[in-house]
């Protein structure tokens, strides 16, 4: 018995386990996205492998996850997922949900853009470099920008009548999945925030904000959806509207909180690390300040202030029984010349005076010697 198309000219699939094995896309343009898939696959793996016979270890879980991402993409457009978008409206929020939420992550968590940078040629990486620095790719990257591709888009299409329109035009459909691919890659690129961001850099807290804004407006989309009183597009049902909208307020709120979670461990680990760099600080500068005054010096830096904070009190106040050349000998050299034997230290031809054979001062670091004044 031949199958029922629906008003997209897509064949009705009815939901068994069989169908949702079986029903993958074999037309142009999923094809095509396969082939840029495996492309792009096969040129992360041999990065990868040419960072490794340079003796550098890339991490394998970015590999994972990079891998993953492009999997995510393919279930997206190919399997039975796509398929099913024609009947019901579950599908077409899961699709949706791959493409925008799951799938732009875990390629940001993959890091192609510092792999690329660290092992292509000089000349590929300046062009790079140029896009990343350009005037365009700043406005592209622009938060409110993202913010319309990522959020604007989405209600543009589910509360009009542009899905119908896409879902009767499956060419109009498959641009608006790659506006819906590229606007969660520009939003989830600065949110993971591992591969260089040149411009919009955003800290942790501002990731924060904007993944729980997000999960609102995602939320408040569902909650829309939820209260209609007609199918969101003729081929689906009022139920399967319903349904979608539903999973778009849950699914939204759990990709938040998986998304929230790692973000505030960055942070907490960030603050630990400068938290230890700057007890080392302050351990290297104590120890300096103990040699110093073991050196009888004052501090590390053969200054003469006193205290481990003196580096911060400005200069040594200069003292009024020596002349103002001599203070500045010993502002640099730590202490004042000695010329009751003036053997160890002879003139050169143009009236330099050269250091001894040994001429430490008492820092224990060899004095910095000045010309003699004429």
Request: hydrophobic share 50%; glycine share 8%; net charge neutral.
């Amino acid at each position: 018995m031949p199958e029922m198309n629906d008003m997209s000219g897509m064949p009705r699939v009815v939901f068994s386990l069989h169908d949702l094995l079986t029903r993958w896309e074999m037309s142009a343009f999923p094809l095509l996205v396969i082939l840029l898939l495996v492309a792009a696959g096969a040129w992360y793996l041999r990065a990868d492998w040419a960072l490794a016979a340079r003796g550098r270890r890339w991490k394998t879980r970015r590999t994972v996850s990079f891998m993953a991402g492009l999997v995510v993409i393919d279930l997206a457009l190919q399997s039975p997922i796509a398929t099913m978008t024609g009947t019901y409206f579950q599908a077409h929020v899961i699709q949706h949900l791959l493409l925008m939420a799951v799938a732009p992550p875990l390629l940001a968590m993959g890091a192609p853009s510092t792999l690329y940078l660290q092992t292509t040629s000089r000349r590929h990486k300046e062009r790079w470099l140029a896009v990343l620095r350009s005037r365009p790719f700043a406005v592209l990257t622009h938060p409110a920008v993202v913010a319309f591709l990522y959020y604007g888009v989405m209600f543009i299409f589910f509360l009009s009548s542009l899905i119908n329109l896409a879902m009767t035009h499956m060419w109009l459909m498959d641009v608006i999945n790659c506006f819906f691919l590229l606007g969660g890659l520009l939003f989830w690129w600065p949110m993971v925030g591992i591969d260089p961001i040149l411009h919009w850099k955003l800290g942790f807290g501002a990731r924060m904000f904007f993944v729980l804004v997000g999960s609102a407006i995602d939320a408040f989309l569902g909650v829309a959806i939820l209260n209609l009183s007609h199918p969101i597009a003729p081929m689906y049902s009022l139920s399967s509207s319903h349904s979608g909208g539903g999973l778009i307020w849950a699914g939204t709120d759990v990709l938040a909180l998986t998304a929230f979670a790692p973000i505030y461990l960055q942070w907490m680990r960030s603050e630990e690390r400068a938290g230890k760099r700057h007890d080392l600080h302050l351990d290297r500068r104590d120890l300096a300040f103990a040699d110093g005054i073991a050196n009888g010096n004052g501090n590390g830096n053969g200054h003469g202030n006193h205290g481990p904070d003196a580096d911060t009190a400005g200069e040594t106040a200069p003292d009024s029984k020596v002349s103002a050349w001599e203070a500045a000998w010993r502002q640099r050299a730590g202490a004042s010349p000695n010329f009751e034997n003036t053997s160890k230290g002879r003139l050169d031809l143009d009236g330099s005076l050269v250091a001894p054979s040994d001429p430490a001062n008492g820092n224990g670091h060899t004095t910095a010697w000045w010309p003699a004044e004429r």
